[in-house]
């Protein structure tokens, strides 16, 4: 799209040729005022855009309950899309596929270590530097961040809190992983050191309080990008004291694939004891009602931000979008607690949007990638999306038709890196090394061999799962690697995965998938949203 700039009551320069060209001018100058309604809605300048990103929140297990302001705020007054999925179900390899718009077999982060490139030098001299921010910069958009970023982001050997990332303008980055208090920030590259104070350390307030400066701030000739990325509902837990008595009789669901045995799976969905000891449940039950509690704050956020834009009158050109990085799963398939599988709990993400050109109360049905979030803030923006180099796809013809044409995709891809540890885990020694994220009671979560790919599809004809291990399972088929194993779900009939059906499939869909499979694990840029493929 071109980046069109047109004011209101903008005149264009007399032409010769007459009423024909008169005509022409007219047309376009029409034209261009309705593509300017993307960038420009009520207002004379672009729209504005506020990325809100939770950590771990799922979909699937009820992760939305606790969000009533965010879904009147923003799903009631915009779009919720249904089927919306991480690439990848862990917190660094999808961050890094939110910021560049990029599969993670094109972005190289794996995981959440440096050697597996999370907010490496390699990731800051490449990915990192092409991310949508810096666009959005050149376009003299004011931008602010504030929250976690990448997990290994401060670290001595990351470049310390020194390092801020090119395109912010305002930069408060948590140093590691998820914290509410005893944290380091990055304040614009310095070190600023919090304790336990809940009114002055508290680290979703503190993010809302930064940005609501930011907005006090910031230049009203300029258009602003806020990305708001708050610890919940991520471990330690640790909800705001008005909320820790919250949700006291609320437990995990026991429905769908709780407390079941991972028959016909990989070998590591068949290691956790079934059923289950009451030592896990209760485990379990407890980190799923203080995730819960944590996610009250958030839903606060999203109130006090909505009712600040409405305050300085950019709520009509402000574009809100609501997310996660990856879902959640709190005993599924006997697993206790954790991300990084394969199935739906894991992979469906919230998404919710309201914006200019957004009607009320849309329940969409398309499916949505996180890598297509960067796209469509581009596009929202004004930038040409053929110049940028994104895997993903602007889903603002979804939501907003009347300013985009576009279509829905039919399949994609997710995968994953397992991660283990070269000696056992003193924990479960049983299972020896190439383990990790292991339990007292000897579950572990992952492994080096819980290395997957799967292509999903998702269409009016099929709605599928085709997964391949990086492992040497027993399992092949004859048009696959030596070392295979294959998991393949039939989503209509059975859509929380309890049985494994790829000896049951018609070979010729299982070879179909497996292409589809290979065609996108190898993709770049354009060839990722090339479906002409059966």
């Known amino acids: ?121 390699q990731w800051q001299k490449g990915p990192e530097a092409e991310a949508f921010p810096t666009y959005l910069n050149k376009l003299k958009y004011q931008t602010f961040f504030s929250g976690k970023y990448l997990n ?60 609501l400066h930011f907005l006090d701030d ?45 028959k016909d799976k990989h070998w590591l969905l068949r290691q956790p004891p079934n059923p289950m000891p009451n030592s896990s449940i209760t485990f379990l039950d407890n980190a799923y009602r203080k995730r819960w509690q944590t996610l009250l704050s ?75 979030l960067a796209p469509t803030i581009l596009d929202i923006a004004g930038v040409n999306l053929s110049s940028v180099n994104v895997d993903g796809q602007s889903f603002l013809a979804q939501m907003a038709p009347s300013l985009r044409n576009g279509t829905a995709r039919p399949y994609f891809l997710v995968e994953y890196t397992g991660e283990g540890q070269p000696t056992s885990d003193p924990t479960c020694p049983k299972l020896g090394p190439g383990v990790s994220q ?13 290395t997957y790919a799967c292509v999903r599809t998702l269409d009016s004809k099929m709605n599928m799962q085709y997964c391949e291990f990086a492992d040497s399972e027993c399992f092949v088929l004859f048009f696959l690697p030596p070392k295979s194993y294959v998991e393949v779900y039939n989503l209509t009939s059975d859509p929380h995965q309890l049985e494994n059906i790829v000896k049951k499939v018609d070979p010729s869909i299982l070879q179909i998938m497996n292409q589809r499979l290979i065609k996108l694990q190898s993709c770049v840029s354009d060839s990722c949203r090339d479906y002409k493929q059966k």
């Open 1 to 121: 799209m071109a980046d069109l700039r047109i004011r209101a009551g903008a005149t264009r320069s007399p032409q010769r040729g007459g009423g024909h060209s008169a005509a022409l001018s007219l047309v376009t100058l029409l034209s261009a005022l309705l593509t300017c309604g993307v960038r420009c809605a009520e207002s004379d300048k672009p729209s504005n855009i506020i990325l809100v990103l939770v950590d771990d929140q799922d979909v699937q297990i009820g992760g939305m309950t606790p969000m009533k302001k965010a879904k009147a705020y923003i799903g009631d007054e915009g779009a919720t899309f249904v089927n919306s999925f991480t690439v990848t179900p862990l917190c660094c390899p999808s961050r890094s596929s939110i910021l560049t718009g990029r599969y993670p077999h094109n972005h190289e982060v794996r995981n959440n270590s440096l050697n597996g490139n999370c907010s490496s030098l």
């Open 152 to 211: 290994q982001y401060g670290s001595k050997a990351a470049g310390s809190v020194g390092h801020i990332p090119p395109g912010w303008d305002q930069w408060h980055a948590l140093v590691g992983n998820s914290q509410y208090y005893n944290y380091t920030l990055s304040a614009n590259g310095k070190e600023e050191k919090h304790g336990d104070s809940y009114e002055d350390d508290y680290l979703t307030d503190l993010i809302l309080n930064r940005s």
């Open 218 to 262: 910031r230049s009203p000739q300029h258009p602003f990008f806020l990305m708001l990325s708050p610890p919940a509902c991520h471990s330690p837990w640790t909800a705001a004291p008005q909320y820790q008595k919250e949700f006291k009789d609320v437990q995990a669901p026991r429905d769908g694939s709780f407390n079941k045995p991972g």
């Open 298 to 372: 958030v839903d606060d956020m999203v109130e006090k931000l909505v009712k600040k834009l409405d305050s300085i009158k950019e709520l009509n050109n402000t574009y809100i979008f609501y997310t996660s990085d990856n879902g959640y799963h709190t005993g599924q398939f006997s697993l206790p607690i954790d991300k990084r599988q394969l199935y739906e709990f894991d992979i469906r993400i919230p998404l919710m949007v309201r914006g200019p050109g957004i009607k009320a109360k849309q329940v969409l049905q398309a499916p949505v990638l996180n890598i297509d």
């Open 438 to 450: 292991c339990f007292p009671d000897c579950v572990c979560e992952d492994a080096y061999n819980n």
